[in-house]
Nanobody
Framework: QVQLVESGGGLVQPGGSLRLSCAAS????????MGWYRQAPGKQRELVARITGGGTKNYQDSVRGRFTISRDISKNTMYLQMNSLNSEDTAVYYCNIVPPQSKYWGQGTQVTVSS
């Protein structure tokens, strides 16, 4: 079974940037549509960016123009470049297939935007 491990989170000031990584233990990115999800305190987990097997990218309105999803199939790794971060981006970020399956949820990586 493929496992997904998120990394790259941290504390950043408003307006700052972070790049998240999602490392897979096997080939999954060329098979499934993949997504970055986030869950803020007291809120439901939501999909913020998606990339299909063919490479088409889609974004939630709140992050479009600020976040960029990408992948390196040769490295079994997916990325989320996050720019112009604001406090509403504070959340735990996860990667999973789209639609998500419970077996692929990892621990996530915490992103905190604060001055």
């Amino acid at each position: 079974q493929v496992q997904l491990v998120e990394s790259g989170g941290g504390l950043v000031q408003p307006g700052g940037s972070l790049r998240l990584s999602c490392a897979a233990s096997g080939n999954i990115f060329s098979v499934y549509a993949m997504g970055w999800y986030r869950q803020a305190p007291g809120k439901q987990r939501e999909l913020v960016a998606r990339i299909t097997g063919g490479g088409t990218k889609n974004y939630q309105d709140s992050v479009r123009g600020r976040f960029t999803i990408s992948r390196d199939i040769s490295k079994n790794t997916m990325y989320l470049q996050m720019n112009s971060l604001n406090s509403e981006d504070t959340a735990v970020y996860y990667c999973n297939i789209v639609p998500p399956q419970s077996k692929y949820w990892g621990q996530g990586t915490q992103v905190t935007v604060s001055s």
